[in-house]
């Protein structure tokens, strides 16, 4: 069991809108710290895709935002392409158990 | 390029010790916080342990917390970690990361923005 959570699985038709919640608690993204998100593609090392709930390192397609609220924060892929079939993971830092956390992932199909 | 290539991954016996290692290069290593995370076989991430610039700040996952100990050598630009009594459930592809801005590995974290390829931890 995940200290965040994360749907199992989201899918999509090319050029739609997805998104992917990633909901926390008072201890981790409602305390205020940073959220971060990774794509993984199979059989490959996670790649940074937003840091800090909303920004978007160099390289990364203005396809992908990030947004926080609350206890909650969520991935959102617009414009949806076939290479954009992944798992998804969201990290944030966790006061209580004073360590990093990541969701559990998210498998995005791409239909 | 800026690059990490883990090492020192093996089949090891359930109580054994097993030291792992992470070369770095194309960057200014002892600017950056660095992080291991590890992927147990078909399941989702999990951070394992972070270091600052000099070593003088440590963190730990609760599942490691007295068993690992992460350490740094920026002269030789390399990273370790030191696994103890090895369990089953720390069965996983091990990864070294550099942290993308923070010298820390705390709460400063903003993300990791460089990954190795990997090396893999068999503990049976």
């Known amino acids: 069991q995940s200290v965040l959570t994360q749907p199992p699985s989201v899918s999509g038709a090319p050029g739609q809108r997805v998104t992917i919640s990633c909901t926390g608690s008072s201890s981790n993204i409602g305390a205020d710290y940073a959220v971060h998100w990774y794509q993984q593609l199979p059989e490959t090392a996670p790649k940074l895709l937003i840091y800090a709930n909303n920004y978007r390192p160099s390289g990364v397609p203005d396809r992908f935002s990030g947004s926080k609220s609350g206890t909650s924060a969520s991935l959102a892929i617009t414009g949806l392409q076939a290479e954009d079939e992944a798992d998804y993971y969201c990290q944030s830092y966790d006061s209580s158990l004073s360590c990093w956390v990541f969701g559990g992932g998210t498998k995005l199909t791409v239909l | 390029d800026v690059q990490l290539v883990e090492s020192g991954g093996a089949l090891v016996q359930p109580g054994r010790s097993l030291r792992l290692s992470c070369a770095a290069s194309?960057?200014?290593?002892?600017?950056?916080?660095i992080h291991w995370v590890r992927q147990a076989p078909g399941k989702g991430l999990e951070w394992v342990s972070g270091?600052?610039?000099?070593?003088?700040?440590?963190g730990y996952a609760v599942s490691v917390k007295g068993r690992f100990t992460i350490s740094r050598d920026n002269n030789k630009k390399s990273l370790s970690l030191q696994m103890n009594s090895l369990r089953g459930e720390d069965t996983a592809l091990y990864y070294c990361?550099?942290?993308?801005?923070?010298?820390?590995?705390?709460?400063?974290?903003?993300?990791?923005?460089?990954w190795g390829q990997g090396t893999t931890v068999t503990v049976s």
């Open positions: 194309g960057f200014t290593f002892e600017n950056y916080g």
């Open positions: 270091i600052s610039w000099n070593g003088g700040s440590t």
């Open positions: 990361a550099k942290d993308r801005y923070s010298s820390s590995w705390n709460t400063n974290s903003q993300g990791m923005d460089v």
